[in-house]
C-alpha cells in the first residue's frame, strides 16, 4: 500500500521560501511518477508541478515557473518542492500524489496535505 507524507509546510512573508517532502513508503517510488497539487479555498485542486521516474522530465504549472523546482531523491523515497518568491496568491494546501509509472486522472495516490500561508 502506497502510503504519502508530506512536511515542510508553514506561515512565510511574500518572498520567502519553503522547501516541501514529500516520503513515499511501502513501495519503491522509482516506479511512480509524482507530482505536487494544490487547493487554495473556494477553488479546485490544480497541478503545480510533476516529475518522471527517472526525474529528467519535469512539467510546472504557469504560475509558478521560474520560481519553483520539483526533485527526486531516489534513495530517500522522497520527492521535493523548492518554492522560492512565494506570492500571497500561492496559498493553499499542498498536495503530493503519485501513480504507477503513468499519471492518471484524477492520480491514485495522495497524501494529507501540507498548509502553505503567505502573508505579511
Known amino acids: 500500500q502506497v502510503q504519502l507524507v508530506e512536511s515542510g509546510g508553514g506561515l512565510v512573508q511574500p518572498g520567502a521560501s519553503l522547501n516541501l517532502s514529500c516520503v513515499m513508503s511501502?513501495?519503491?517510488?522509482?516506479?511512480?511518477?509524482m507530482g505536487w497539487f494544490r487547493q487554495a479555498p473556494g477553488k479546485e485542486r490544480e497541478v503545480v508541478a510533476r516529475?518522471?521516474?527517472?526525474?529528467?522530465?519535469?512539467y510546472y504549472a504557469d504560475s509558478v515557473k521560474g520560481r519553483f523546482a520539483i526533485s527526486r531523491d531516489e534513495a530517500q523515497n522522497t520527492v521535493y518542492l523548492q518554492m522560492n518568491s512565494l506570492k500571497p496568491e500561492d496559498t493553499a494546501t499542498y498536495y503530493c500524489a503519485a501513480d504507477l509509472l503513468v499519471w492518471k486522472a484524477p492520480p491514485n495516490y495522495w497524501g494529507q496535505g501540507t498548509q502553505v500561508t503567505v502573508s505579511s
Open positions: 511501502g513501495r519503491t517510488s522509482s516506479n511512480y511518477v
Open positions: 516529475i518522471s521516474r527517472r526525474g529528467d522530465l519535469t
